[in-house]
């Protein structure tokens, strides 16, 4: 898999759902010693809409300042610097829901997955140690995300009625390795991955599992 095809359009839905993993990764690192952090779902990926992004729940409203964005890029980069592989892991089901037996959104996603494709199995990705659900496919390892930036964190309204915290879309956007970029070009970028990303919401009644 590489980056300069004629036709980007696959290698690119490719490049930016793998965003969307490295980031649950950072985000789970970052915040397991301090908060329960569920990861929920990421849309499928859409390079339109200006950024990749994952939805969370921390049970709390967060409001990050540029300095905790920071951090996360940073965080994104180390990552990347691992040169980890992407392992594609197909699992049954019911392994599937005892590995994510803690993250209410993702036990309830799964058996929609299965019931989708018609399969006693799920498709896994692993990172290092993290593990997430995704149909794929991905890139092949996570040194070939180049530049990044963390750019944004938004609630969005799921559970409110009900009193709970909103969920968090958290947003970046990157560029694969070996792509350049002048800082002023890039920038354009930020901006727009700053703005809020309008992808699918998170079903709020059945958090249904979607085609990641």
């Known amino acids: 898999l590489h980056f300069r095809e004629s036709d980007p359009f696959y290698v690119n839905r490719a490049f930016w759902?793998?965003?969307?993993?490295?980031?649950g990764s950072v985000l789970e690192s970052a915040f397991k010693d301090r908060f329960?952090?569920?990861?929920?779902?990421?849309?499928?990926?859409?390079?339109?809409?200006?950024?990749?992004?994952?939805d969370v729940d921390l049970g709390?409203?967060?409001?990050?300042?540029?300095?905790e964005l920071r951090v996360l890029s940073s965080e994104m980069v180390r990552l990347s610097m691992r040169q980890l592989p992407f392992e594609r892991l197909v699992v049954p089901m019911v392994v599937a829901l005892d590995m994510f037996s803690d993250n209410m959104y993702k036990s309830?996603?799964?058996?929609?997955?299965a019931d989708a494709e018609k399969s006693d199995?799920?498709?896994?990705?692993?990172?290092?140690?993290?593990?997430?659900?995704?149909?794929?496919?991905?890139?092949?390892?996570?040194r070939q995300l180049g530049r990044v930036t963390i750019t944004a964190c938004y609630p969005i309204p799921i559970g409110e009625a009900s009193?709970?915290?909103?969920?968090?879309?958290?947003?970046?956007v990157a560029l694969p390795e070996g792509i350049l970029m002048n800082h002023y070009s890039y920038s354009i970028?930020?901006?727009r991955?700053?703005?809020?990303?309008?992808?699918?919401?998170?079903?709020?009644l059945q958090m249904q599992g979607e085609a990641q």
């Open 108 to 113: 309830s996603q799964i058996p929609s997955i």
């Open 189 to 191: 970028l930020e901006t």
């Open 193 to 204: 991955a700053r703005k809020m990303n309008e992808g699918r919401l998170p079903d709020p």
């Open 36 to 54: 329960y952090l569920q990861l929920c779902s990421f849309p499928a990926p859409n390079v339109r809409t200006g950024s990749f992004i994952y």
């Open 60 to 67: 709390m409203d967060w409001q990050p300042t540029k300095d």
């Open 121 to 142: 199995s799920i498709t896994l990705y692993r990172v290092g140690e993290f593990v997430d659900v995704s149909c794929g496919p991905l890139i092949a390892n996570t």
């Open 17 to 23: 759902r793998s965003c969307s993993i490295m980031l």
């Open 163 to 172: 009193g709970k915290p909103p969920l968090l879309r958290i947003q970046g």
